[in-house]
């Protein structure tokens, strides 16, 4: 099945609910980083929280960038996605493998409650927007409520999940966000406070073969479906993009890497992606660029 986000409304549009289901890109992020279970549940929970944040974005070339790092042994955790659906990510060591005493993996003590989450919205203006909260939990989606209510002053319920099957492939993935729009009523509030009583965790329900929209429907009965948005992993990286960096470097150092007969090897931090660029192709970009600097 394909990865999709829902977006609702309910209660005369006091709330918006955000359901999503991210299994797909989340484990083509496992493959990509060779992630052990408990480094693909903590990127998987920030690919899928930011994924939602940015579906709601206008503009495709606009893109919405996380970053957690609670000083824990998985290190930097960032989810980067776009107005597109795209969505790509790393973690600083993918190979955490820790469970707590109830069987459940170790999300936040896997990233670690002394540090910030900080969230940057690059939605094409002169500065992007760059809001930060201090890490409550490290398990990620109590962060995201505490970022939105801090950052954006926006009371919300967030739940994000990724179940994985024993051979570390991942079984189940999806988030929900649950937001109060300004001027809420009351009955509204109260309503929300219910459902975050019986919340079940979203991954579990996506394992279940439930769609994103009748997860929505499972908490609120009135909620109308206003739009829907496809979302994958997608890095967006190439071989140009990277020639053309090496090109910004100095002229000292793409000579050593012709001189020293290995040219070089780049690696797109987002995806794993490994290119390789030979002397000679060194040598031509080289090249180039002198060719450039004498005609300006």
């Not at 290190?75 to 776009?82: N, R, S």
């Not at 937001?179 to 329900?205: D, H, T, Y």
């Not at 429907?217 to 909620?223: I, L, S």
């Not at 070089?264 to 192709?281: H, L, S």
Request: charged share 25%; aromatic share 6%; with cysteine.
């Amino acid at each position: 099945m394909k990865d999709k986000i829902v977006i609702a409304q309910a209660m005369s549009g006091q709330v918006r609910i955000h359901a999503a289901r991210t299994t797909a890109m989340v484990e083509e992020a496992r493959k990509a980083h060779h992630c052990m279970a408990t480094s693909a549940a903590a990127l998987g929970r920030m690919l899928s929280a930011t994924a939602i944040m940015a579906s709601d974005l206008k503009n495709p070339q606009e893109k919405i960038t996380s970053i957690m790092n609670g000083h824990g042994p998985a290190g930097t955790v960032l989810a980067q996605a776009d107005g597109a659906g795209n969505a790509r990510g790393f973690i600083g060591d993918p190979s955490v493998y820790l469970v707590r005493e109830d069987g459940h993996l170790a999300v936040g003590q896997a990233i670690g409650t002394d540090g910030t989450l900080s969230v940057i919205k690059d939605l094409g203006l002169k500065e992007p927007f760059t809001g930060v909260a201090q890490i409550q939990s490290g398990e990620v989606g109590d962060d995201f409520a505490f970022y939105f209510a801090i950052s954006e002053q926006t009371p919300s319920i967030v739940g994000v999940g990724v179940l994985v099957n024993p051979d570390s492939s991942i079984a189940a993935a999806g988030g929900i966000f649950i937001q109060l729009m300004p001027g809420a009523s009351e009955e509204a509030i109260k309503k929300c406070e219910q459902v975050a009583s019986v919340l079940r965790p979203v991954s579990s329900l996506i394992e279940e073969g439930l769609e994103p929209e009748e997860i929505v429907k499972m908490y609120f009965e009135d909620a109308e479906v206003i739009g829907e948005r496809d979302v994958r992993w997608h890095c967006g990286c190439s071989r140009e993009r990277f020639r053309g960096a090496l090109k910004t470097l100095q002229v000292k150092d793409l000579q050593e890497m012709i001189d020293d007969g290995k040219g070089a090897e780049i690696r797109c931090e987002y995806c794993n992606t490994y290119y390789n660029f030979t002397p000679a192709e060194i040598a031509a970009i080289l090249e180039e660029r002198s060719a450039e600097n004498r005609l300006g």
